[in-house]
Protein backbone atom coordinates (compact mmCIF):
# COMPACT_ATOMS: atom_id res chain seq x y z
CA UNK A 1 0.00 0.00 0.00
CA UNK A 2 1.48 3.45 -0.79
CA UNK A 3 0.75 5.86 1.09
CA UNK A 4 1.35 9.69 1.17
CA UNK A 5 4.70 11.09 2.81
CA UNK A 6 5.04 13.53 5.74
CA UNK A 7 8.10 16.15 6.38
CA UNK A 8 8.01 17.62 9.10
CA UNK A 9 10.65 19.46 10.57
CA UNK A 10 11.51 20.44 14.29
CA UNK A 11 13.13 23.44 15.29
CA UNK A 12 13.68 22.57 18.74
CA UNK A 13 14.46 25.61 21.28
CA UNK A 14 16.29 27.15 17.94
CA UNK A 15 15.56 30.40 15.84
CA UNK A 16 14.76 34.41 16.98
CA UNK A 17 11.79 35.90 15.52
CA UNK A 18 13.13 37.37 12.97
CA UNK A 19 15.08 33.80 11.94
CA UNK A 20 11.96 32.12 11.70
CA UNK A 21 10.08 34.47 9.78
CA UNK A 22 13.62 35.02 7.13
CA UNK A 23 12.84 30.68 7.35
CA UNK A 24 9.67 30.56 6.78
CA UNK A 25 9.78 33.21 3.72
CA UNK A 26 12.44 31.61 1.89
CA UNK A 27 10.44 28.34 2.25
CA UNK A 28 7.54 30.00 0.94
CA UNK A 29 9.22 31.49 -2.37
CA UNK A 30 11.42 28.12 -2.66
CA UNK A 31 9.14 25.21 -1.64
CA UNK A 32 7.61 23.59 -4.55
CA UNK A 33 3.66 22.56 -5.47
CA UNK A 34 3.71 19.24 -3.65
CA UNK A 35 1.99 15.83 -5.33
CA UNK A 36 2.28 13.40 -2.85
CA UNK A 37 4.30 15.09 0.66
CA UNK A 38 2.89 17.03 3.22
CA UNK A 39 5.05 19.63 4.96
CA UNK A 40 5.07 20.63 8.38
CA UNK A 41 7.47 22.94 10.41
CA UNK A 42 7.24 22.23 14.11
CA UNK A 43 8.52 25.43 16.16
CA UNK A 44 8.58 27.60 19.20
CA UNK A 45 5.38 29.28 20.49
CA UNK A 46 6.93 32.36 19.63
CA UNK A 47 6.83 31.67 15.63
CA UNK A 48 3.44 30.53 15.42
CA UNK A 49 1.34 33.72 14.87
CA UNK A 50 4.24 35.07 12.91
CA UNK A 51 4.19 32.11 10.43
CA UNK A 52 0.13 32.30 9.83
CA UNK A 53 0.52 35.19 7.04
CA UNK A 54 2.91 32.92 5.01
CA UNK A 55 1.34 29.55 4.86
CA UNK A 56 0.35 29.33 1.36
CA UNK A 57 -0.80 25.92 1.34
CA UNK A 58 2.36 23.97 0.74
CA UNK A 59 2.96 23.64 3.97
CA UNK A 60 1.92 23.74 7.63
CA UNK A 61 3.20 24.82 11.31
CA UNK A 62 3.10 22.90 14.17
CA UNK A 63 3.59 23.52 18.20
CA UNK A 64 6.15 21.44 19.82
CA UNK A 65 4.10 20.94 22.77
CA UNK A 66 1.12 21.99 24.74
CA UNK A 67 -0.83 21.54 27.94
CA UNK A 68 -3.38 19.11 28.96
CA UNK A 69 -5.77 21.40 30.22
CA UNK A 70 -8.15 24.13 28.73
CA UNK A 71 -7.51 26.78 30.32
CA UNK A 72 -6.13 27.77 34.01
CA UNK A 73 -3.78 28.85 36.39
CA UNK A 74 -0.65 27.36 34.66
CA UNK A 75 2.01 30.16 34.28
CA UNK A 76 3.77 29.76 31.31
CA UNK A 77 2.04 26.79 29.38
CA UNK A 78 0.04 27.09 26.36
CA UNK A 79 -3.27 25.47 25.65
CA UNK A 80 -4.26 23.43 22.53
CA UNK A 81 -6.39 26.49 21.76
CA UNK A 82 -4.31 29.07 22.47
CA UNK A 83 -2.31 27.02 19.22
CA UNK A 84 -5.18 26.63 17.01
CA UNK A 85 -6.06 30.36 17.48
CA UNK A 86 -2.44 31.14 16.23
CA UNK A 87 -3.11 28.91 13.18
CA UNK A 88 -1.36 25.55 13.61
CA UNK A 89 -2.28 22.80 12.72
CA UNK A 90 -0.32 19.95 14.32
CA UNK A 91 1.48 19.08 18.09
CA UNK A 92 4.33 17.67 18.40
CA UNK A 93 3.85 15.50 22.04
CA UNK A 94 5.63 12.48 23.63
CA UNK A 95 8.68 14.14 22.26
CA UNK A 96 11.79 11.80 24.05
CA UNK A 97 13.29 15.47 24.91
CA UNK A 98 10.12 16.37 26.86
CA UNK A 99 10.09 12.92 28.13
CA UNK A 100 13.41 12.78 29.56
CA UNK A 101 14.12 16.26 30.54
CA UNK A 102 10.43 17.65 31.53
CA UNK A 103 9.94 13.94 33.27
CA UNK A 104 6.49 13.58 31.02
CA UNK A 105 5.06 10.25 31.41
CA UNK A 106 2.65 8.00 29.21
CA UNK A 107 -0.21 8.60 30.82
CA UNK A 108 0.31 12.82 30.91
CA UNK A 109 1.01 12.25 27.23
CA UNK A 110 -2.26 10.66 26.52
CA UNK A 111 -3.90 13.61 27.83
CA UNK A 112 -1.82 15.72 26.10
CA UNK A 113 -2.92 14.09 22.99
CA UNK A 114 -6.92 14.26 23.86
CA UNK A 115 -6.38 17.43 24.73
CA UNK A 116 -5.07 18.46 21.03
CA UNK A 117 -7.67 16.03 19.32
CA UNK A 118 -10.90 17.93 21.22
CA UNK A 119 -9.59 21.39 19.79
CA UNK A 120 -9.26 19.49 15.57
CA UNK A 121 -5.61 19.80 16.01
CA UNK A 122 -3.43 16.46 14.76
CA UNK A 123 -1.09 15.16 17.57
CA UNK A 124 2.31 14.25 16.06
CA UNK A 125 3.09 11.22 18.75
CA UNK A 126 6.15 10.40 19.60
CA UNK A 127 7.76 6.97 20.60
CA UNK A 128 11.43 5.29 21.01
CA UNK A 129 14.05 3.62 22.86
CA UNK A 130 17.13 4.69 24.47
CA UNK A 131 20.46 3.23 23.65
CA UNK A 132 20.76 0.41 26.90
CA UNK A 133 16.91 -0.96 25.83
CA UNK A 134 18.70 -0.91 22.12
CA UNK A 135 21.55 -3.20 23.30
CA UNK A 136 18.93 -5.47 25.21
CA UNK A 137 17.25 -6.02 21.90
CA UNK A 138 13.99 -5.12 23.96
CA UNK A 139 13.70 -2.20 21.74
CA UNK A 140 10.07 -3.88 20.38
CA UNK A 141 8.62 -4.37 23.62
CA UNK A 142 9.63 -0.65 24.90
CA UNK A 143 7.91 0.74 22.23
CA UNK A 144 4.82 -0.66 22.44
CA UNK A 145 4.46 -0.52 25.90
CA UNK A 146 4.72 3.33 25.56
CA UNK A 147 2.12 2.84 22.78
CA UNK A 148 0.16 0.41 25.31
CA UNK A 149 0.24 3.53 27.84
CA UNK A 150 -0.78 5.81 25.53
CA UNK A 151 -2.57 6.24 22.15
CA UNK A 152 -3.82 2.73 22.07
CA UNK A 153 -6.17 3.94 25.13
CA UNK A 154 -7.87 5.88 21.84
CA UNK A 155 -10.89 5.28 20.06
CA UNK A 156 -10.65 3.87 16.75
CA UNK A 157 -12.36 7.34 15.52
CA UNK A 158 -8.98 8.78 17.38
CA UNK A 159 -6.90 6.67 16.64
CA UNK A 160 -6.79 7.50 12.40
CA UNK A 161 -6.29 11.22 13.18
CA UNK A 162 -3.02 10.87 14.79
CA UNK A 163 0.37 10.67 13.18
CA UNK A 164 3.23 8.67 14.72
CA UNK A 165 6.45 9.47 14.86
CA UNK A 166 9.49 6.91 15.37
CA UNK A 167 12.42 8.09 17.26
CA UNK A 168 15.09 5.90 18.19
CA UNK A 169 16.90 7.74 21.07
CA UNK A 170 20.14 6.64 20.61
CA UNK A 171 20.09 8.26 17.10
CA UNK A 172 19.38 11.89 17.70
CA UNK A 173 21.78 14.55 17.80
CA UNK A 174 24.31 11.46 18.29
CA UNK A 175 25.48 11.39 14.00
CA UNK A 176 24.30 7.57 14.14
CA UNK A 177 21.54 6.64 12.46
CA UNK A 178 19.27 3.37 12.29
CA UNK A 179 19.80 1.85 9.44
CA UNK A 180 16.83 1.60 6.90
CA UNK A 181 16.40 -2.08 7.58
CA UNK A 182 15.85 -1.40 11.23
CA UNK A 183 13.93 1.97 10.83
CA UNK A 184 11.46 -0.88 9.04
CA UNK A 185 11.65 -3.03 11.57
CA UNK A 186 10.71 -1.10 13.85
CA UNK A 187 7.98 0.37 11.83
CA UNK A 188 6.43 -2.45 10.95
CA UNK A 189 5.76 -3.94 14.29
CA UNK A 190 4.34 -0.53 15.32
CA UNK A 191 2.03 -1.22 12.37
CA UNK A 192 1.27 -4.34 13.48
CA UNK A 193 0.56 -3.69 17.07
CA UNK A 194 -2.40 -0.89 15.57
CA UNK A 195 -3.54 -3.74 13.72
CA UNK A 196 -4.02 -5.88 16.72
CA UNK A 197 -5.65 -3.37 18.79
CA UNK A 198 -6.80 -1.85 16.41
CA UNK A 199 -8.02 -2.70 12.59
CA UNK A 200 -5.48 -3.79 10.05
CA UNK A 201 -7.12 -0.73 7.39
CA UNK A 202 -6.90 1.69 10.24
CA UNK A 203 -3.35 0.65 10.53
CA UNK A 204 -2.37 0.47 7.26
CA UNK A 205 -3.92 4.44 6.52
CA UNK A 206 -1.46 5.74 9.66
CA UNK A 207 1.37 7.33 9.06
CA UNK A 208 4.53 6.60 11.01
CA UNK A 209 7.54 9.28 10.20
CA UNK A 210 11.38 8.41 11.55
CA UNK A 211 12.55 11.11 13.65
CA UNK A 212 16.77 9.78 14.01
CA UNK A 213 19.07 12.22 12.47
CA UNK A 214 17.35 11.90 9.12
CA UNK A 215 19.57 13.87 6.55
CA UNK A 216 19.55 14.87 2.92
CA UNK A 217 22.39 11.81 2.50
CA UNK A 218 20.11 9.01 3.89
CA UNK A 219 16.54 10.08 3.23
CA UNK A 220 16.01 8.26 -0.01
CA UNK A 221 16.89 5.02 1.89
CA UNK A 222 14.89 5.55 4.91
CA UNK A 223 11.84 6.74 2.78
CA UNK A 224 11.94 3.78 0.61
CA UNK A 225 10.74 1.39 3.13
CA UNK A 226 7.69 -0.25 3.13
CA UNK A 227 6.59 1.12 6.54
CA UNK A 228 8.60 4.65 6.76
CA UNK A 229 6.20 7.61 5.65
CA UNK A 230 8.20 9.95 6.15
CA UNK A 231 10.60 11.70 8.95
CA UNK A 232 10.52 14.21 12.12
CA UNK A 233 13.33 16.23 10.91
CA UNK A 234 15.55 17.67 13.57
CA UNK A 235 18.94 18.90 12.72
CA UNK A 236 18.32 19.20 9.12
CA UNK A 237 15.52 21.26 9.09
CA UNK A 238 17.16 24.78 10.72
CA UNK A 239 18.60 24.87 7.11
CA UNK A 240 16.35 25.41 4.26
CA UNK A 241 17.97 24.22 1.58
CA UNK A 242 18.35 20.82 3.43
CA UNK A 243 14.65 20.64 4.33
CA UNK A 244 14.02 21.47 0.37
CA UNK A 245 15.95 18.81 -0.36
CA UNK A 246 14.38 16.31 2.07
CA UNK A 247 10.99 17.50 0.77
CA UNK A 248 12.34 16.49 -2.94
CA UNK A 249 13.38 12.89 -2.00
CA UNK A 250 10.32 12.43 -0.02
CA UNK A 251 8.15 13.49 -3.36
CA UNK A 252 10.73 11.10 -5.75
CA UNK A 253 10.16 8.10 -3.34
CA UNK A 254 7.06 7.21 -4.12
Known amino acids: ?21 DFIKILKESIPELRITKAIVGMPFIHLASAGPYLNGSFSIAAQN ?48 KAVLSHSLTPIFCCGEPLDIREDDTHIQYVNKQLENSIFHLSNEEIQKVIIAYEPIWAIGTGKTASSAQAQEMHKEIRLSLADNFTLAIANEIKILYGGSCTPANAADLFSQKDVDGGLIGGASLKTNDFLELIRIAEASI
Open 1 to 21: MHRSKIVAGNWKMNKTLNEGI
Open 66 to 113: CHHEAQGAYTGEISASMIQSAGAEYVILGHSERRQYFKEDDDLILKKV
